[in-house]
T-cell receptor, first 110, second 112 residues
């Protein structure tokens, strides 16, 4: 089992849609969780950290379920500018490094 | 504004040349990392450092080498470039990883 697994995608959605990404991780001792966004041919950028109680930042909501080792990202009212690859990232890898998922590509169409 | 800088942004070089990709950060981060990423593919960790004089190999075997003589500087060197080294190289830094990583803009390397 891979350390961090994400929905394969791609997700093609119309503007205004709500879209959800899921992610599972294998290390139950993981302590830090993030969602990163990567635009085509650009570097990954931190979108938001994920906290146990769940957290929201504008149209973006992240949830963590430690018992199921599951992380989610919900995007409401999708914009064209949300088109990107979303990376699920989990801390607690070997030597404490972050483990990056392969990413899920989102394409928002007019 | 990025506090981690990579140069050059783009590099086209002939086979057999020695190259050094530069990475510098001004945030005083202790940990630094090098990732390799092909277009549309996942990130692969090739080197990391926990501080001055500390370097470790990552999950993906790489023919490159790194050094960490100063906290802010983490250069990557290829002694003899080959076409198989063509890729994007991303440098990142962090304070222990707890707050996530900050990435540089990357170096897109093409070996012809």
């Amino acid at each position: 089992r891979k350390e961090v697994e994400q929905d394969p995608g791609p997700f093609n959605v119309p503007e205004g849609a709500t879209v959800a990404f899921n992610c599972t991780y294998s290390n139950s001792a993981s302590q830090s969780f993030f969602w990163y966004r990567q635009d085509c041919r650009k570097e990954p950028k931190l979108l938001m950290s994920v906290y146990s109680s769940g957290n929201e930042d504008g149209r973006f909501t992240a949830q963590l379920n430690r018992a199921s080792q599951y992380i989610s990202l919900l995007i409401r009212d999708s914009k064209l500018s949300d088109s990107a690859t979303y990376l699920c990232v989990v801390g607690g890898g070997s030597q404490g490094n972050l483990i990056f998922g392969k990413g899920t590509k989102l394409s928002v169409k007019p | 504004e990025a506090d981690i800088y990579q140069t050059p942004r783009y590099l086209v070089i002939g086979t057999g040349k020695k190259i050094t990709l530069e990475c510098s950060q001004t945030m005083g981060h202790d940990k630094m990392y090098w990732y390799q990423q092909d277009p549309g593919m996942e990130l692969h960790l090739i080197h990391y450092s926990y501080g001055v004089n500390s370097t470790e190999k990552g999950d993906l075997s790489s023919e490159s080498t790194v050094s960490r003589i100063r906290t802010e500087h983490f250069p990557l060197t290829l002694e003899s470039a080959r076409p198989s080294h063509t890729s994007q190289y991303l440098c990142a830094s962090s304070w222990g990883g707890v707050l996530g990583y900050t990435f540089g803009s990357g170096t897109r390397l093409t070996v012809v």
